[in-house]
């Protein structure tokens, strides 16, 4: 069975750190650029981070750049977002993506498989 299963959410204070986890299962995620997305309460889904299948480039919204970081363990068949300096504005549902393909920005079309998604709550 082709899954994406996210992992590493919860609640966490203003100023904190999460990493969260995207593994891979039923395929290899070794061709597969991969896309994190959140959605808040109320609004659209954004795109917030990039990885691609071929030499780990990376891309991040502007509204994380410097705080998150994006990293992928093929060994693994896992992809990693580590979410530093939180705020609260960063409070949403997260999604990972994977789109079979050397890269992929924040067209939902481009993906092939999404997860279900982790909260992620940002309160003190």
């Known amino acids: 069975q082709v899954q994406l299963v996210e992992s590493g959410g919860g609640l966490v204070q203003p100023g904190g750190s999460l990493r969260l986890s995207c593994a891979a299962s039923?395929?290899?995620?070794?061709?597969?650029?991969i896309g994190w997305f959140r959605q808040a309460p109320g609004k659209e889904r954004e795109g917030v981070s990039c990885?691609?299948?071929?030499?780990?480039?990376?891309y991040y919204a502007d509204s994380v750049k410097g705080r998150f970081t994006i990293s992928r363990d093929n060994a693994k068949n896992t992809v990693y977002l580590q979410m530093n300096s939180l705020k609260p504005e960063d409070t949403a549902v997260y999604y990972c993506?994977?789109?079979?393909?050397?890269?992929?920005?924040?067209?939902?079309?481009?993906?092939?498989?999404w997860g279900q998604g982790t909260q992620v709550t940002v309160s003190s």
């Open positions: 039923g395929f290899t995620l070794d061709y597969y650029a």
């Open positions: 990885i691609s299948s071929s030499d780990g480039s990376t």
């Open positions: 993506a994977a789109a079979l393909r050397a890269w992929a920005g924040w067209g939902s079309a481009e993906y092939d498989y």
